[in-house]
RNA sequence: GCCCCUGUCGUCUAGUCAGGUCUAGGACAUCGCCCUUUCAAGGCGGCAACACGGGUUCAAAUCCCGUCGGGGGCGCCA
C-alpha cells in the first residue's frame, strides 16, 4: 500500500459520511424526504459527504423511471450529494444491483468461516410456518431448520440443482446493545432474533445485509434513518461484527405521521415532492418546514434559509417522539418564503401557474412582465400556495355580472346602491381613457351628486367594476385593469368601458331589481 | 402474542441530562379587538398542555416504579 493511499484512508476514516438510501419504488413521499434532508443538514454542517445510494434490490418493485424521478425531486428540495449513481463517485457504484457481486463475495466469506449457511427451506413453508406461530401466539421466528446441514451436503443439494439462500447464524442466547445519538443507549435479547436471509436464493441480497456491506464499503460514518429501523439494527450489527467491520454511528430519527396518528398516506393530502410543486409550495418552504419535524432552532426562529438551517441544526437536539404533519403550518411557512422572494422571482414563480390557468400567454414580452409583477405584488400577500393565484387574478379577468355572488346582489337590492352603480358606468362607458386620476373624478362627481360617501359610495362602486363584493383595493385594482387592458391575451381583461356596458344591459334585464 | 421506541397546549416544539428562576415560553391553527370604502394582509390580545397513579425530596414537567395511550419491528420488502 503506497504512502498516500494510507493517509486517504486514514483521512476517510475521520470524514464524515452520510447517506440516503432509498428505494426506487415509488414517488418520494416527505418522510422519506426528511430523512434525507436530516442527512444532507448534518453533512453540510459537518463538512462532510452525502452520499445517494438507490436500494433497487426489490426487482418486484423497483422501477428505473421512479429512480429519476427520486433524483429530481430532491433536487427541487435543495438537496445535492457528493457521491451518487447520476454523479458517480470514488466508492461506487451507487446502486446495489450493481454490487451482486460483491454481496456474493462476502456472503461467501461467511459461509467458508462457517458464520452462515445455506437454507433450502421455501418460502411457502416459512410463510406457513411464520402463520402458525402467530397464530398460537408465539414468536415467528426462523427455526434454524437448515443450519445442521453439513455443508458438503448442502454444496452437493446446490450442484443438483437446487435452490438456496444464505442465512446467518445469530447466538441463541445473549445481548446486543448498540448506542442510538438520538435515543441513547438500547439494548436486545439475542434469543428473540431468527436467522436473518443474507443472499436471498435468487441470488439478490437482502436488506439487512446489503446495507451493511454497502455502509462499510462506502466508509459511512453515521447512518441516519427512520425509526422503523431500530429492530433491524441487532441484525445489522451482527452482520458487522461477524465480518469484522467496525459499525457506524446510528441515529433513528422518529416517524412522521399523519393527522389521525397514523402512518402518513394519500389519504392525508400530498405527500410526495411534485405534489407539493404543483401546489405552488416553494421548496425552501417544504425545506424549512421538514426541517422543523422533529427539530426546532434554539431561539425559535421560524422562517429559515437552507444556510441558516445548516448553520443551526443539531442532531443531538432532534425528538424522539413522533411528528405530525401539519399542513397549515407548511402553508403558512410557504407564505413567509414567499414574501422573502424579489418581485421578480415572485413573477416567475407565479407565471406558470396563470399560464396554465390560460390566463397569461405561451409568449411572454416585457410589457407582459411588467404587468405580471405589479399584479403579483398585489395578489401575492393574500394566498398561501401559489396555485391560489389564478382565482385571485380572475378578479381581473372576469366580469360577470349574471355571476354575482349573494352578497354583491344584496347591495344591488338597495336602491341607493343601485343608483350609484348605474351612475358610475354612464359616466365612465363613453370615456376614452381611464386611469386613477380620472375615476377619483368621477367618484367625486358621484359623491356630489347622491350625497353617498365612504362605504355606501365605494361599495357599490367596486361592484360596477368588479361584479363582486370584495377584492382587492380600488386603488391597486384600476391601475391594474388599465394596464392589463393594453395588453395581448389569451383571454382579454375587459375595459372599462366593457364592463359598464355590461352591467348597464344585465341591469336593465333584471326587473326585480328596483329603479 | 412477544420485543423495541415514545408520551408537555388541537399541532410543531422550548424546558427534562446538571430538581427550585415554570402561576410551563414561542410558533401554527382558533377566538376577539384594532386598522380599513370590501375581502385579505398586518398589528394587538385571549383560550389552550406537563397521559395517569404511586414513590424519593423542604421542593418534581424534570429522578424512580407501575399503569394506560400512540408508533414501530418480528419477511427470500426496504
Known sequence: MTRRLSVFIMMSMNQIRVRFAPSPTGYIHVGNARTALFNWLFARQKGGIFILRVEDTDIERSKEEYEKRLIDDLRWLGLDWDEGPDIGGAYGPYRQSERLEIYAYYAQKLIQSGQAYYCFCSPEELEKEREEALAKGLLPRYSGRCRHIPLEKALSRLNSGEKAA??????????????????????????????PILLRSNGLPAYNYAVVIDDHLMAISHVIRGEDHISNTPRQLLVYRSLGFDPPLFAHLSMVMGKDNTRLSKRHGATSLDQFAQMGILPEALFNYLAFLGWAPPEGQEVLSRDELIALFDLKKVSRSAAIFDYEKLYWLNRQHLKRLTLSEKAKKAYPFLLEAGLLPKEMTSQHWSWLEKAVDNFLETVNRLDELPERFRLLFDFSPENMDKEAREILDKESSLRIVKLFCEKIKTLTSFNLEVFNQVVNEIKKETGAKGKELYHPIRIALTARASGLELDRLIPLIEEGTKL???????????????????????PFFKV
Not at 167 to 192: A, N, Y
Open 488 to 510: 395581448t391575451l389569451p383571454k382579454p381583461i375587459p375595459s372599462w368601458s366593457e364592463r359598464a356596458q355590461k352591467m348597464l344591459h344585465f341591469l336593465d334585464n333584471r
Open 166 to 195: 444464505i442465512r446467518l447464524k445469530v447466538p441463541s442466547k445473549g445481548e446486543l446493545g448498540f448506542h442510538d445519538l438520538i435515543r441513547g443507549d438500547l439494548t436486545f435479547d439475542l434469543s428473540l432474533i431468527g436467522d
